[in-house]
Each structure stands twice: as C-alpha cells, then as structure tokens.
C-alpha cells in the first residue's frame, strides 16, 4: 500500500456524462472511491485538469495570446478545484482546494507546509493552477507536485484500462503493456497517455505512473493499495 498518492483527473472526466462543464453526480461517485483509499490509510492529493472548460493549447490564436491562454486554462482547473472540494465534503470526503496561481477572494493560494498539513489531518488536498505557469500542462505539473508532496506514485486517471501498444480505438489488435519502462514511455510515440514533459520528469525522479481506469468501481483503491491495475510506468 502506497502511503501517499497524487491522482491526475482531467477536466474530460469531470465532465462525467456531459459534452462539458461539471457532473456533479460522478464526482460525487468519485468521492466515495477516493473515500475507500484515505479510510485505507493512503494520503491523497488531486491535480485536476480544466479542458471541460477552456484549454489553452487550443484557445491560442486569432488574437489571443498563448500566456494568456495558457492563464484562461489554468482559471478553469481552479473552477473545477472548488467544485470537487464542494461535492467531496458534502459527500463526507473531507478536502482542500488549493491554487497555485493568486486568488485570495476564492480559494487558498497553495503551500507547501499548508498541503502537508491538511493531509496530515486527513484532508484529500484538490490543487488547481497547474504549475502556476504557462506553457506546462497539468500533466507535468502534477509529476512536480507529486515529487514536492514526496508521493509515492501519481495514478493518471483514464477512460481506458491502461497503455496499448497503438490507439485501441483505431486498430483491433492493439495490445495491452502491464509494465513499461520509461524509456520507452518518452521515446515511442504511439504512447500519448501523458505529455513527454511530464514522463521525462518522472523519469529524472523515477516517481512511478499508474495509467488506469478510474471510472471502474474500486480501481483507484486497488491501484492504491498497489495492485496491478492498468499500465505502470517505472
């Protein structure tokens, strides 16, 4: 069992049964799973995405400015933070928001002795803003704040079971990888489960990536618990 995890959600998956925006429901669902693993004994951060709202990759252009939309994209993730924090405590989840870009009136700007601090206390701490900065994606910022929280593993949440050898979708005989190292992470490109950003550092550090399904009931408290579940990047 993994003493602290860092668990990525993208905006897509909050956005649960929608085209967009935010689904409650499943969140709340999401709540009684990250529920099992504190009671479990697991400390539990979540960098959350903001691409149910705006992305920043894709707002570039005609006139709007890759920082600033890079900033736009970093505002959605804290609109997500808030309202998972929201739906865990009113589903009996205790959780913090915190961001990393300034934003006294909303949320609380993140630390690193205040996020220690509420999981000490039990709290699943929820961070918003990305890195703080443009041009990083939530991907590679949750491999840096995995290593700033000295977690033990970062669980990438997908809709799929793991990492096939080329898209699933596209071809048939695509084949499932257990174990990858990530040498072969970073070099292949076929495999696009996180950016090569974020694998690169995770290599740097060899902080192990879980690639699995998190809408299967008890998938993250088995990845938690260190099961073999999905694809595991080491």
């Known amino acids: 069992m993994y003493k602290r995890v860092l ?63 890079d900033n736009i994209g970093m505002l959605a993730t804290m609109m997500n933070a808030l309202a998972v924090e929201d739906v865990f405590k009113d589903n009996n989840m205790p959780a913090r928001a915190l961001t990393n870009i300034k934003a006294d009136q909303v949320a609380d700007q993140f630390t690193h002795r205040r996020a220690i601090s509420d999981l000490g206390k039990g709290r699943v701490v929820i961070a918003a803003g990305g890195i703080g900065r443009p041009y990083l994606t939530t991907d590679t910022a949750a491999v840096s704040l995995a290593l700033e929280l000295e977690c033990e593993a970062v669980l990438k949440a997908t809709k799929v079971d793991g990492v096939y050898d080329k898209d699933p979708a596209q071809f048939p005989d695509a084949v499932k990888l257990d174990h990858i190292d990530f040498n072969q992470a970073v070099s292949d490109d076929a495999i696009k489960v996180m950016d090569k950003a974020a694998m690169g550092l995770a290599l740097e550090h060899r902080m192990p990536i879980i690639v699995f399904d998190a809408m299967q009931e008890n998938n993250i408290a088995r990845a938690a618990s260190g099961e073999n579940v999905g694809t595991t990047i080491n």
């Open 7 to 69: 668990l990525k959600l993208s905006g897509e998956q909050l956005s649960g049964k929608y085209d967009g925006g935010f689904d409650a429901e499943f969140v709340a669902w999401l709540a009684a799973e990250v529920k099992k693993v504190v009671d479990g004994g697991t400390q539990v951060v979540v960098m959350v995405g903001g691409g149910n709202y705006a992305r920043g990759a894709q707002l570039a252009g005609h006139g709007i400015g890759r920082v600033t939309a």
